[in-house]
């Protein structure tokens, strides 16, 4: 059952760790080839959010659907897998498997999971690293590799599980400076290809450019949900132009 | 040379001795090793669930192999396991015999000795585990199982090789425990030679470079696996 035609639909979700209330009534909803950015100080539930939406983290109270599906109402890991293969998710420090090559670590998942033939996912596997431009690295060990190619690989292996959705969690946080960019390009074209993104970043300026939409979150709520040309030339609430006068 | 009379390691009785003896040894140390091996990640996987009463069941087992001589252990485990009336017969024979033999037994009792200790050190192998690899697991679809034995057991067993090193030496040795309980290992055809020829301390230094030559084998072959499953860019790698 849809509320609505989104293709991800938040409402009302509440998630608290002890007695610490991270998310507090957040709503959200984003449709097909849509990205959307979420900015916002540390410690306001970007993260969190994110990982409500794959299932990472079961919410206290609310709704979640992406697709077709319920993910509040997912219980174990074997009914999230149909979820897990539309949603894949790059994390903030790669979480590269460190005993594969990168090749292995983007094929392992298509194989050992989804069960798809290994010659194929192979053929998809090299595609990808190609894609990202890593091409000559497919038998380098994450170890080897610097952080945004450890990076651009972890993308790579999100996108063999030929997901329909993409979270990203921060993942220029821990890179860097100059090999931010690398990654950000990379980025930058699976939005242009038309693949659902939702990205927490604190590059507000590729937030600016990328995004179709802009969340800025506080305190557990989301504050203010426009476009970026709005949100960030005429933000209306005052904890947004706060943030936004300390951060630009 | 010093006195030491070696005359009787030409009697072709006494060398097969030697020889199946090292045999025999060998095959406890191999046997109880893999299930040593076995009980250690399934006790630590099992540790990794969190559930209550089983957390409870394998810290009782862990206590109970680590805090007691092993050698008591294979005495009660010889003695408890041939009274509890298990048969067999024998199909050459005709005659009743017990199910378990003396070399099940000690087989037995060193895998749970090896496995009590064998999963502490799994258990620290997965708690170093970065919570980053488990959820990129999860988010890729991994089942708790699958996750187990693709992505932690492979991390995990590096990270506590040097201390699975230790165990299995620890364990070869203790072997020689099972001669108590007359399994013709090493140690039993040891004490039958010297007893046969009163050359106590020619075979005492024979058993001991025996053993010096197999335990250094063994962990010869351990550090070159340590080596080999290095993971490239981490660690010790030059």
Not at chain 1, 98 to 114: D, G, S
Not at chain 1, 153 to 177: K, N, Y
Not at chain 1, 217 to 225: A, F, P, Q
Request: charged share 20%; aromatic share 8%.
């Amino acid at each position: 059952m849809k509320r609505s035609e989104a293709l991800i639909e938040i409402d009302n979700i509440h998630k608290s760790f002890g007695n610490f209330e991270v998310l507090k009534g957040i709503s959200l909803s984003v449709n097909e080839g849509e990205a959307v950015c979420i900015i916002g100080p540390s410690g306001s539930g970007k993260s969190t959010v994110l990982r409500c939406i794959n299932g990472l983290l079961p919410i206290d109270e609310g709704y979640i659907r992406v697709g077709k599906h319920r993910v509040h109402e997912l219980r174990s890991e074997k009914e999230m897998r149909p979820l897990r293969h539309q949603v894949s998710m790059v994390f903030q420090q790669y979480n590269l498997f460190p005993h594969k090559t990168a090749l292995e670590n983007i094929m392992m998942a298509p194989i050992q999971v989804l069960g798809h033939e290994r010659a194929e996912v192979e053929d998809r596997a090299r595609k990808l690293l190609e894609k990202v431009r890593l091409g000559n690295k497919a038998d380098s060990y994450p170890g080897m590799l610097s952080g945004g190619q450890q990076q651009r690989v972890a993308i790579a292996r999100a996108l063999a599980m030929q997901p329909e959705i993409i979270l990203f969690d921060e993942v220029t946080a821990a890179l860097d400076p100059e090999t931010v960019k690398e990654v950000l390009l990379t980025i930058r074209e699976l939005v242009d290809d038309g693949l659902t993104c939702i990205l927490v970043t604190h590059e507000m300026k590729f937030a600016r450019e990328v995004a179709d939409r802009v969340c800025f979150t506080d305190r557990g709520l989301i504050v203010e949900n426009a476009p970026p040309a709005e949100l960030f030339d005429t933000p209306q609430d005052p904890r947004t132009r706060e943030f936004l006068g300390q951060v630009l | 040379m010093f006195g030491l009379d070696y005359s009787w390691l030409a009697d072709p009785a006494y060398q097969s001795w030697l020889v199946t003896g090292v045999i025999n040894t060998l095959e406890l140390a191999a046997l109880s090793s893999s299930v040593a091996i076995l009980i250690g990640m399934l006790g630590a996987l099992g540790l990794s669930l969190r559930v209550f009463w089983l957390d409870a069941l394998i810290e009782l087992f862990v206590e109970v192999f680590r805090n007691t001589p092993p050698l008591l252990q294979m005495l009660f485990a010889y003695f408890t396991l041939s009274t509890l009336g298990l048969e067999t017969t024998d199909p050459v024979t005709g005659l009743k015999m017990p199910l378990l033999s003396a070399f099940a037994c000690a087989c037995i009792s060193l895998s749970l000795f090896g496995g009590a200790l064998a999963i502490e050190a799994f258990r620290s192998g997965l708690e170093t585990m970065p919570k980053a690899i488990t959820e990129a697991g999860r988010s890729l679809g991994y089942s708790r199982w699958a996750r187990f034995w693709r992505i932690e057991v492979p991390i995990a067993s590096r990270v506590c090789l040097p201390s699975l090193t230790n165990i299995l030496t620890n364990l070869f040795k203790t072997t020689s425990q099972a001669s108590v309980i007359t399994v013709p290992e090493l140690m039993y055809y040891a004490g039958q030679i010297y007893n046969d020829t009163f050359r106590t301390l020619e075979v005492m230094i024979l058993i001991l470079i025996i053993y010096v030559v197999l335990v250094s084998i063994l962990s010869y072959g351990m550090s070159r696996l340590e080596a080999y499953l290095t993971l490239p860019g981490y660690g010790k790698e030059q």
